[in-house]
């Protein structure tokens, strides 16, 4: 019913900035809340910021709130994941996520709940 496509990552430098984008398919983009996860050797895979399907509320784990800030432009079929203030610890593979929902202001940092993922692209931080 939808497809993602991640995009953005990279290699870059500690103290810097970087936006990730995740592109979906269909034309019910909007009736879709997203999320940003990501994973890093080793780890957890752990909720990194949501948003809901119109009214833009955001929610933020506790690792990347005040430096991230995740957006979307429904026009555009596409979600990003604003990223400053990149440190080390951040280098992980980020995965786009989105879960069908008919509440405007739903949002969620449950993995569980989000049905469609992308194949995730990687982000290295070096010290």
């Known amino acids: 019913q939808v497809q993602l496509v991640e995009s953005g990552g990279g290699l870059v430098q500690a103290g810097v900035s970087l936006r990730l984008s995740c592109a979906a398919s269909g034309r019910t983009f909007s009736s879709y809340a997203m999320g940003w996860f990501r994973q890093a050797p080793g780890k957890e895979r752990e909720f990194v910021a949501g948003?809901?399907?119109?009214?833009?509320?955001?929610i933020y784990g506790d690792s990347v709130k005040g430096r991230f800030t995740i957006s979307r432009d429904n026009a555009k079929n596409t979600v990003y994941l604003q990223m400053n203030s990149l440190k080390p610890e951040d280098t992980a593979v980020y995965y786009c996520a989105a879960y069908f929902t008919v509440r405007a202001m739903d949002v969620t940092s449950r993995e569980f709940e989000y049905d469609y993922w992308g194949q995730g692209t990687q982000v290295t931080v070096s010290s």
């Open positions: 948003i809901s399907r119109r009214d833009y509320y955001t």
